[in-house]
């Protein structure tokens, strides 16, 4: 299946939690005996057919799953190309696929035992996501939030306080994702006997990131049979697209076509203002090199002394300087390809898709679709592109309003 | 030996325990830590331990984290930090250096010449928060091969089973983090810290320093009294921070080692 002696790109990460040479798990000694026992009780769970029970009840009946795969034709028509199907994952309970790990850590996180979670949000869709779950099962919920995302996404502050969460505006650094994320591990550090750190993305020290890849990985497995029912037996996507910030809907979707050779996978990063040597962008892969941050190794955006960049990017769930390891592996393995996408052209595709198929959709999967929109007309029309809408754009319209220069005032 | 291993011997010989302070490099500027630095040993300090800032310090409380960023904003580097230990160590060739920080800088430069710029510059031990014993391989072992010590921290949640591991490619001496959290958090109770001073001292011929939350000379007089020695850093940074001139905050590191000597 897979090349140069790899009899499958789906066996990772390996003992020491690593994909190559990225991942592992570079953390503090205190929080060392807990991310092992996290990662026992996981692989315990894993295997436990009433975990998997539980799990797959509440994405039935709390979650909205199967989420549609649905064919858009009018936008297949406009591109004049590859036939292009959306992975409803906007649809999901709180409007984003961020939910489906949430779930999947909290019904750990109660088998653990532990009564209080903790969170990291950038946008605010996993800290919404996390607030939801936890408000269900009445656990008490700390999100942190830089306090520049506590301004900029004031809704979805106002929605985790509504769901009874406690949101830390996070001051230091300079008060970003990142910054939400250290202060989440300095919380973790400090309340190591109660608390469960409830990773919103594909990152962070083993045993996270496989965990959040396998909660994600419904997205692809539903759609491993949804196109199947559509377009008859057998018959995989030819290419599956997916925009990338940690890297958790891309790795849900890519995951389960990792050792079909025939299907192209593309990650797409945000581009920001453009790849260059302003670095105002969030793209790791394109625009960084190999670092340990947040308990692992992979592609960060840095300086030459090791310095931990910014990113930049019109969407705050992409603006993370980091990317997952095993996105790291699979981008030097070749297996899948990434790219990046502009502010501009996010904002064009964000447009497209309400004008041509009445879906709102988030930021972040626009930069999914701006790259869609570049290849599909160069594609032959029995060419199945699957595209992940992992988001939905209610957030974003107020930075969309700006952006196009539309008075939202009343 | 290391200047660490002399060092502890030494105490050993004196029946005194061992006062060690921390001090961010490069802040707010050059000049000033090293001012400070140069006089740590004559304020009584027995062990140099030099921050080496880092933007994402994950184990560090709101003090160390802005003397970091201060750091930064100065234009310190990995470079600096080292030019900074080449010049303390004209003048002083016997007080041990460990540089403490966070893993990224040092892979950045690359392991192989980190260590021997490391080496050259004159650091004699490496406490690397972001490493535990699972990633030895990374830095530690290299780290010994090159002459250094590797002071690992040992934490509350390190249970007896974990222990061994903890203390296998340890050199120098143990850090036993007093607290679960971040640094210049809340203050350790002595009654709390001896019990596991005892666990870790039952498993290793090391001395084990205890570190996290000490902030006056009667708490560092109470901890080094139960170990070996005690680590002062927020309480030291704070005062550089808050733009104390250097004699004053030399003369708080002397109130502090007065403390731990006395324990």
Redesign the interface.
């Known amino acids: 299946m897979a090349e140069d002696g790899l009899n499958s790109y789906m066996t990772g990460p390996d003992e020491?939690g690593r994909f190559g040479i990225f991942g592992?798990?570079?953390?503090?000694?205190?929080?060392?005996?807990?991310i092992l026992e996290l990662e026992e009780r996981y692989e315990f769970a894993k295997t436990d057919p009433s975990f998997w029970a539980e799990m797959d009840d509440l994405w039935k009946h709390y979650v909205g799953r199967p989420s549609p795969l649905y064919y858009a034709e009018r936008l297949t028509k406009h591109l004049g190309g590859a036939k292009i199907y959306l992975k409803r994952d906007e649809l999901n309970h709180t409007g984003a696929h961020k939910i489906n790990n949430v779930l999947g850590q909290i019904i750990l996180a109660r088998r653990m035992g532990k009564t209080r979670i903790i969170a990291e949000t950038g946008a605010g869709q996993h800290g919404v996501a996390t607030a939801t779950v936890c408000a269900k099962f009445g656990l008490k919920c700390v999100v942190y939030m830089g306090a520049h995302d506590v301004e900029r996404q004031a809704p979805n502050v106002f929605r985790m306080r509504l769901l009874g969460a406690e949101v830390v505006p996070v001051t230091?650094?300079r008060g970003t994702l990142?910054?939400a994320m250290?202060d989440a591990?300095?919380d973790w550090?400090?309340?190591?006997?109660d608390t469960f750190y409830c990773i919103g993305t594909v990152a962070g020290p083993a045993p996270y990131p496989a965990m959040v890849r396998d909660f994600q990985s419904i997205i692809g497995k539903e759609t491993r049979w949804q196109l199947a029912e559509q377009e008859g037996d057998g018959r995989l996507p030819d290419t599956v697209i997916a925009a990338i910030g940690g890297g958790s809907n891309a790795m849900g979707l890519f995951y389960p076509f990792l050792d079909d050779p025939s299907v192209n996978i593309i990650g797409v990063e945000a581009g920001g203002k453009g790849v260059d040597d302003r670095m105002e962008h969030c793209a790791s892969l394109t625009g960084g090199r190999p670092?340990?941050?947040?308990?692992n190794?992979t592609y960060?955006l840095?300086d030459?002394?090791?310095?931990?960049l910014e990113g930049f990017s019109i969407s705050a769930g992409l603006d993370y300087p980091g990317i997952g390891p095993e996105h790291a592996w699979l981008h030097d393995t070749g297996r899948a390809q990434y790219v990046s996408i502009t502010d501009k052209e996010a904002l064009e595709a964000f447009q497209l898709s309400c004008a041509l198929e009445g879906i709102i959709p988030a930021l972040e999967p626009s930069h999914a679709l701006a790259h869609v929109m570049k290849i599909a007309p160069t594609l032959p029309a029995d060419h199945i592109i699957v595209m992940n809408m992992c988001g939905r754009g209610d957030k974003d319209i107020f930075t969309v309003a700006k952006h196009l220069g539309f008075d939202m005032k009343i | 030996m290391t200047r660490i291993d002399q060092k502890f011997a030494a105490l050993k010989a004196s029946g005194k325990k061992a006062f060690v302070s921390y001090i961010m490099a490069g802040d707010p500027d050059v000049e000033t830590s090293l001012a400070v630095m140069k006089g740590l040993p004559g304020a009584g300090v027995d062990i140099i331990e030099i921050g080496l800032p880092?933007?994402?310090?994950?184990?560090d409380?709101?003090t160390i984290?802005l003397a970091g960023?201060r750091a930064?904003e100065g234009g310190m580097?990995?470079d600096k930090t080292l030019a900074m230990v080449t010049d303390f160590r004209k003048g002083d060739d016997t007080t041990p250096i460990v540089m403490m920080g966070?893993?990224?800088?040092?892979?950045?430069?690359g392991v192989d010449l980190f260590l021997s710029q490391a080496k050259a510059a004159g650091i004699d031990g490496l406490i690397i928060?972001?490493?535990?014993?699972?990633?030895d391989d990374e830095l530690c072992i290299p780290a010994q091969k090159a002459g250094l010590n590797f002071i690992?921290?040992?934490?509350?949640?390190?249970?007896d089973k974990?222990l061994p591991k903890?203390l296998q490619n340890t050199s120098g001496f143990v850090y036993y983090?007093s607290i679960?959290?971040?640094t210049g958090?809340a203050a350790p109770e002595a009654a709390d810290v001896a019990p596991e001073v005892a666990r870790i001292k039952a498993r290793t011929d090391l001395p084990v320093i205890v570190g996290f939350g000490i902030t006056t000379p009667e708490a560092a007089e109470a901890i080094a009294g139960i170990a070996d020695g005690c680590v002062v850093g927020s309480a030291i940074v704070k005062d550089i921070g808050e733009g104390k001139p250097v004699a004053e905050v030399l003369a708080r590191v002397a109130a502090l080692a007065a403390g731990a000597h006395r324990g």
């Open positions: 020491a592992g798990r570079f953390v503090s000694e205190t929080l060392m005996p807990l230091s650094g990142k910054d250290n591990l300095r550090v400090t309340n190591v006997r670092g340990v941050l947040h308990g190794r960060l840095q030459n002394d090791g310095q931990i | 880092f933007t994402d310090p994950m184990a409380g709101p984290q960023q930064l580097t990995l966070y893993y990224n800088p040092i892979y950045s430069r928060v972001d490493l535990p014993p699972e990633e690992r921290l040992a934490t509350p949640t390190t249970d974990r903890v983090v679960t959290g971040i958090a």
